[in-house]
């Protein structure tokens, strides 16, 4: 006769191992840092290494929820071949239909609901972050898109009754730049002349709206990475939305102040880069040139020749 603990232990011994396991998988992911695990993954469909502290946080918490997910999904898989190998048929007796496991069935139900308010609680955190802005910006930029450019006007304060100190206004001949210090807040404060644009840089991880009228949409950012990143307009916003472009130049706060100064004293944008070092074709866009937007010679909308 079988004793009832000699049925239980194979149970015990599968719980431990089970127990074990995860012990283990959360060990060796703790040991790893997040952008780590994201490399290996190859971002796992997120851009990886982020030029703000806010994309970080946004890239920290796809990786943390990429991760959750799988392990979740390598359990239910687990489960379902187990069940298929365990119980498949051994026979042509019909299995009881109306037998349950009342743990297991709490099990079922009360685990996604955790998983769920775990994801929402991270979730909230890390978009109140990313939405926060503080009291005292350390530099404020007003975006102002238009069919189908960018001009960039640097304010001395917050809000729309500010007074614009330098400006840089693109063209179908040369891209806008726009020249931003690392490790200070950033407000961008955006509208639109005409109809809605998106402002996005992709290294940000991050793209906001820009709506015409009195609407300003606020955001900000701290940049921690030197370099120049090519800016996009991102709302399909008419004929030559594709041409809509400009590039951020990140450069350190020392270097920023010497640009700023310059333009304050009305050089132009490309005299003001060559004041902080830059020359030649430096001094101009890197990352994207303007395109040809062959408005005269292949427009569909072309006049009749004459004697036609």
């Known amino acids: ?68 997910a799988l392990v979740v999904g390598f359990l239910v898989w687990g489960l379902i071949f187990w069940c ?14 109306t037998r349950f496991n ?44 238009f069919k189908w450019n960018w001009q960039f006007n640097y304010r001395d304060a917050p809000g729309a009754d500010a007074n614009t100190v330098a400006s840089n206004l693109g063209s179908t001949d040369v891209i806008p730049l726009l020249v931003l210090p690392t490790g200070k807040k950033i407000r961008f404060e955006e509208t639109s002349r005409d109809v809605i644009h998106s402002f996005w840089v992709p290294e940000m991880l991050f793209k906001r709206d820009v709506f015409p009228g009195n609407v300003r949409n606020v955001f900000e950012v701290t940049l921690d990475r030197e370099g120049r990143y090519v800016g996009r307009c991102a709302e399909l916003c008419g004929t030559y939305h594709a041409f809509m472009q400009f590039e951020l130049v990140v450069v350190s706060p020392e270097r920023f102040d010497q ?6 004293k009305g050089a132009s944008t490309q005299d003001a880069m060559g004041a902080i070092g830059f020359s030649g074709d430096d001094r101009f866009a890197t990352t994207t040139t303007p395109f040809d937007t062959r408005r005269e010679g292949q427009s569909w909308n072309q006049p009749m020749a004459a004697g036609k």
């Open 1 to 68: 006769m079988v004793s009832r603990s000699s049925v239980a232990r194979p149970r015990v011994v599968r719980l431990a191992g089970l127990g074990v396991s995860g012990a283990v998988l959360l060990a060796l992911l703790s040991g790893c840092s997040p952008i780590a695990i994201g490399d290996k993954l190859g971002g796992f469909g997120w851009p990886r290494h982020g030029i703000t502290e806010q994309a970080h946080k946004m890239y920290d918490l796809w990786i943390a929820s990429t991760i959750a």
């Open 102 to 145: 009342m743990p297991m069935e709490v099990l079922y139900t009360v685990t996604p609901v955790l998983i769920v308010a775990v994801l929402f609680y991270y979730t909230a955190i890390v978009q109140t972050d990313v939405d926060k802005l503080s009291a005292k910006p350390d530099h404020t930029v007003e975006v102002v898109a």
């Open 259 to 264: 640009f700023l100064e310059a333009k304050k």
């Open 84 to 97: 298929v190998i365990r119980y498949r048929k051994r026979g042509d007796n019909l299995p009881v239909q």
